[in-house]
């Protein structure tokens, strides 16, 4: 049985409330459903938060084992009241609930009944209640194994005060519901009450930096089983019952520089250890790495694929690979040649369920494409092992127990070396060896090798990303500024050319795009290595551009290409952490001519300058000979995560990077 649940992220700060208040004083949300009070009605803005839109005044989830026709269930009992603040805060009345409903004739399947809504609006200084009708109900399929209902609760505006009830019935009853305490919007009681019988035994783990007050206590339980004679047996049971309880949570929105905000939303996962019932032996399902890494293997849709048979193999000799000497070259002959028979449909996978379809039609997931190419590789006598992962925008790895079911991908390690590895991935179109998609550069990937002492291997540095230039012009008395730019583009800068010279109409469209970024007008241009399985790209471009001149004064950038233009970060505060894709590295020299007859008269003041961990380095010298100017600037960006407290330091660093970019220069007719 693959665990369906795993938790995110543990972490263990300390937590602030903030009070709630209406225009008059701090509300306590009535918890009684069907009968909001006065001071919910009249609640007009969110003090902590006066941009909420809607805020949650209560939530409650309670469960319960029950034993349906001696079969175990689990009940679940959802309410939500929320108190609309603004118009958009509307959209929060659109109920969607998705439930597990296979298509597969399975005897496992949720339901979902009981379900009720309900709006309040002040009217004339009455409580004006409108009701959901049946018919506002509708179901709709979302994938092969589940389905969601749908409903709009009618009356819903600014002002409305609305709630909702259901019921949940899961043959599941090995996997606990997760429960998400914090949400979009302010959340300003959430309660969850469940009681599990000593037969199952849970592993449950609190992520989030908001205190969720646990209480864990025990409980007596009675259930009833039926015999075929019609007899019926009472049996008594110690029942596990958690409560936990939620106050003022501030919301928690997604936001940019952050791959998967669920990482940092406080809540609670549940994962299954072990099954203990009356006569039969423990059954556990507490699994290490290890025993994972073996499952794995012996499952069909994954180990025993990694023992298919080369379908390319007769049609590989074409290659030429005994020819090649450097292991590197075989590599890249063997997955160009792969990459012309099989494309990636964009889906990322980790079992390889449809790899004869993918060869069959010419299109496939990641990981169809993946096995296909270790079975090339080893056709070849090159180790290779499949590496294991979650991916960044869906969530990190357990950090505090193994879960088979939070992988849901895997890339190829490469035997380099005997002791290297080089990684690929079928997903990769524009990249090159260790040039994976950002999605797949994770800090904790897993190398299925039984050979390794260590399994773990960091993939958030993986590779070279940098961009190195050359840049010479001229300037004239009237103010033109005409030369070339050479530039080598390497690693994902590399593979980001590539994706945007495809996304072009043609050449001369991306051009046009590069003419209006830069404020140049190209006069030449080339590339080399563009359409190659490559590390780099080249450019190279001849160029004019027209600085400012104003009576016997000419002003000019003398970078004349930006690095920046302005600070990427630009929220005063930041609530979630603040990650970035990949390490960088960029590195730029400029020499310009002086006119005859000009000096300089102004000129920008040399920087040195580093973030506080010294993980983010910007140098920029300008120094003259004779009518020259050498302009050399670099910078190195190597920290991949900060938390929301060193924001303001990296958004000054930024700042300053940016206004030293668009820093002028001044030239003064002599």
């Not at 019609?230 to 997604?254: D, H, S, Y």
């Amino acid at each position: 049985m693959r665990t369906l649940l795993a938790i995110i992220l543990l972490l263990s700060l300390g937590w602030q409330g903030h009070a709630q208040q209406t225009d008059t004083g701090t509300i306590t949300p009535s918890l009684k459903y069907g009968k909001p009070s006065d001071e919910e009605l009249q609640m007009t803005v969110y003090a902590a938060d006066t941009s909420a839109t809607a805020i949650v005044l209560y939530s409650k989830s309670r469960a319960r084992y029950e034993l349906i026709r001696n079969e175990f269930q689990l009940m679940y009992n959802y309410e939500v009241k929320i108190k609309v603040l603004k118009s958009e805060g509307a959209s929060y009345a659109n109920i969607e609930i998705p439930y597990y409903s296979t298509e597969r004739n399975s005897p496992l399947k949720e339901t979902i009944n009981q379900i009720d809504a309900s709006a309040y609006n002040l009217e004339g200084g009455k409580v004006v209640r409108t009701k959901m009708k049946r018919d506002l109900i509708f179901k709709e399929r979302l994938n092969k194994n589940y389905e969601q209902i749908k409903f709009s609760i009618p009356a819903v505006r600014e002002g409305t005060v609305f709630e909702y009830q259901y019921q949940l019935i899961s043959d599941l009853y090995y996997s606990i519901n997760p429960w998400e305490a914090q949400k979009n919007i302010p959340v300003l009681l959430t309660q969850c009450d469940i009681v599990i019988p000593e037969y199952f035994q849970f592993n449950l783990e609190m992520r989030g930096i908001h205190q969720l007050n646990p209480e864990d206590k025990s409980c007596n339980q009675t259930f009833h089983i039926q015999y075929q004679n019609g007899e019926t047996e009472m049996i008594n049971c110690v029942g596990r019952q958690l409560q936990f309880t939620g106050k003022e949570l501030p919301a928690l929105r997604a936001d940019n520089y952050v791959w998967c905000a669920d990482d940092y939303r406080s809540g609670v996962n549940f994962e299954l250890r072990g099954l203990n019932f009356p006569g039969s032996v423990y059954k556990s399902f507490a699994h290490t790495w290890t025993e994972i890494d073996k499952i794995l293997l012996e499952d069909e849709e994954f180990g025993s694929l990694l023992k298919m048979r080369n379908p390319y193999r007769e049609e590989m000799a074409s290659l030429s690979l005994d020819k090649l000497a450097d292991r590197q070259e075989k590599i890249t002959a063997i997955y160009t040649f792969l990459k012309k028979k099989i494309s990636w449909n964009s889906q990322y996978k980790l079992y390889g369920g449809e790899v004869k379809k993918a060869i069959k039609n010419g299109t496939g997931s990641n990981a169809d494409i993946n096995f296909v190419l270790m079975s090339m590789l080893q056709d070849a006598q090159i180790p290779c092992y499949p590496v294991v992962m979650s991916r960044k925008n869906v969530g990190i790895l357990p950090l505090t127990y193994p879960s088979i079911q939070k992988l849901n991908t895997f890339v190829v390690g490469i035997a380099d070396t005997d002791s290297t590895f080089v990684f690929l991935d079928g997903s990769v179109t524009n990249g090159y060896l260790n040039t994976l998609p950002p999605v797949l550069m994770v800090n904790r990937a897993r190398l299925i090798n039984n050979n390794r002492e260590d399994n773990w291997v960091d993939l958030s540095k993986l590779g070279k990303h940098q961009i190195r230039s050359i840049v010479k012009a001229r300037i004239d008395t009237d103010g033109k500024i005409a030369g070339s730019r050479q530039a080598g583009y390497t690693g994902q800068y590399a593979a980001e050319f590539r994706q945007r010279y495809q996304a072009a109409k043609d050449s001369a469209d991306f051009i046009q795009k590069l003419e209006t970024e830069e404020n140049i007008k190209v006069t030449k241009y080339q590339t080399t290595e563009l359409n190659s399985f490559s590390a780099r790209v080249m450019e190279t471009l001849e160029f004019e551009k027209k600085a400012t001149v104003n009576n016997n004064l000419i002003y000019l950038n003398p970078m004349v290409f930006l690095h920046v233009s302005k600070c990427p970060f630009t929220q005063s505060e930041r609530q979630l952490p603040l990650e970035t894709p990949y390490p960088e590295q960029l590195i730029q020299v400029t020499q310009l001519t002086i006119p005859e007859g000009y000096a300089l008269d102004e000129i920008p003041q040399s920087l040195n300058a580093q973030t506080e961990d010294k993980e983010g380095v910007c140098r920029y010298t300008i120094k003259q000979e004779g009518n020259q100017l050498f302009i050399t600037y670099s910078f190195n960006y190597n920290k991949l995560i900060h938390l929301a407290e060193e924001y303001k330091g990296v958004k000054a660093f930024w700042e300053l990077v940016a206004e030293k970019n668009n820093e002028i220069l001044v030239l003064k007719k002599i």
